[in-house]
């Protein structure tokens, strides 16, 4: 157990390539650019990748459709990330309320780290995004669930 934290280094995420084989994220970004990034980003790594540019329209598709993670910008118009997060959270109708989450943000604050953590999500990214460190947000995630259920999903 002692390596645990040596295993997810950043420059070490090559050797957990099938670890995301197969995996169903949904990456919700208001930024073309960055929402195109970080799917290239999934997609090499043989995620699947469901986008959508808002919120509300992030909140129809988890409606319809299940997700092992979800990736959610903080900043965007007319809901950010924080009041997207909390209305999954506490939606008793959404039987998947309680998908991992990460926030992506250029708001690299130690405030708003805290106040995403607080707000539901498990992960947090900075960007620009640096591939390696958002792969080892998912590793993280993957590994506590993994724990909590005994068993990997997939």
Do not use: W
């Amino acid at each position: 157990m002692t390596n645990n934290s040596e295993e997810l280094h950043p420059q070490n995420v090559t050797n957990y390539f099938h670890a995301l084989d197969g995996l169903q994220i949904l990456a919700v970004d208001d930024n073309a650019d960055s929402l195109f990034l970080t799917t290239c980003v999934l997609e090499s790594y043989n995620v699947q990748v469901t986008t959508a540019t808002s919120a509300l329209e992030a909140l129809e598709i988890i409606k319809k459709l299940k997700f092992d993670i979800l990736i959610f910008d903080l900043a965007m118009p007319d809901m950010d990330g924080y009041t997207l997060i909390n209305q999954i959270r506490n939606n008793v109708l959404l039987e998947n309320r309680d998908i991992p989450a990460i926030a992506l943000t250029a708001l690299s604050s130690e405030e708003s780290s805290s106040m995403a953590f607080l707000s539901g999500f498990q992960g947090y990214v900075n960007k620009p995004l640096d591939p390696n460190i958002l792969v080892v947000e998912i590793l993280k995630i993957l590994r506590s669930s993994v724990l909590e259920n005994g068993a990997n999903s997939h």
